[in-house]
């Protein structure tokens, strides 16, 4: 059962362009939604987060929106440059319960120049 | 700050054999994570000590996997009897450990099993 759905599973997009990554949960009790960037060969490394109290999160070129009612998410990438390409995984957790992040299967983004 | 330091980075067995990972956490962070990165599964979470202690391993397989942590510099996962499906990058990650579920997780590099 996935708690955390990522879609697309790959995104192309130009330099210069807007990448929108969407992702879904399922369990009303998740309120942290934090964006983990990997690049090959190494680990995930936090990019952003945001909590369920909040409706939008902004940090430089990377915006989470967050539709609490529709259990919805989405990551925007404005100006994409070549080195934002890496896979980009949406992750849940809830605070006040066990502190495992669960994770979404990742969206691979490619950024063409 | 090294950051997370996990060793081996590669690690090849055969069927049947044991694998030690090893995994050091930042310093000063006593939160320690294991997650293990298949293609398949994607990020799966498998076992995390707070202070040393273990506090939840819901994701760890009953049979063949255990993990420890001895000193808060140093945690180890030890797979016995590995087997074909275990082949994948175990991750190991740290947090402060002061601000719950929704601290920052600071992943190492990986160590990449492959199970002949």
């Known amino acids: 059962q996935q708690q955390v759905r990522q879609s697309p599973q790959s995104l192309t997009v130009w330099e210069g362009e807007t990448a929108i990554l969407n992702c879904s949960y399922e369990?009303?009790?998740?309120?942290?939604f934090p964006w983990y960037q990997q690049f090959p060969g190494e680990g995930p490394a936090l990019l952003i987060s945001?909590?369920?109290?909040?409706d939008k999160k902004e940090d430089g070129r990377f915006t989470i929106f967050f539709n609490k009612r529709e259990k919805k998410l989405s990551l925007h990438i404005t100006d994409s440059q070549p080195g934002d390409s890496a896979t980009y995984f949406c992750a849940a957790s809830d605070s006040s319960g066990s502190w495992q992040l669960i994770f979404g299967s990742g969206t691979q983004l490619t950024v063409m120049p | 700050n090294a950051g997370v330091i996990q060793t081996p980075r590669h690690k090849v067995t055969g069927k049947g054999q044991e694998a030690t990972l090893w995994c050091e956490p930042i310093?000063?962070?006593?939160?320690v994570f294991w997650y293990r990165q298949t293609i398949v599964q994607g990020l799966e979470f498998l076992t995390y000590f707070r202070n040393q202690a273990p506090i939840d391993d819901s994701g760890m397989p009953k049979e063949r996997f255990s993990a420890q942590m001895p000193n808060q510099s140093h945690s180890t996962l030890k797979i016995q009897s590995t087997q074909p499906q275990d082949s994948a990058v175990y991750l190991c990650a740290s947090s402060a450990g002061t601000g719950g579920a929704a601290e920052t997780l600071y992943f190492g590099s990986g160590t990449r099993l492959t199970v002949l």
């Open positions: 310093s000063g962070h006593s939160a």
């Open positions: 369990d009303s009790t998740f309120n942290y």
């Open positions: 945001i909590r369920s109290v909040s």
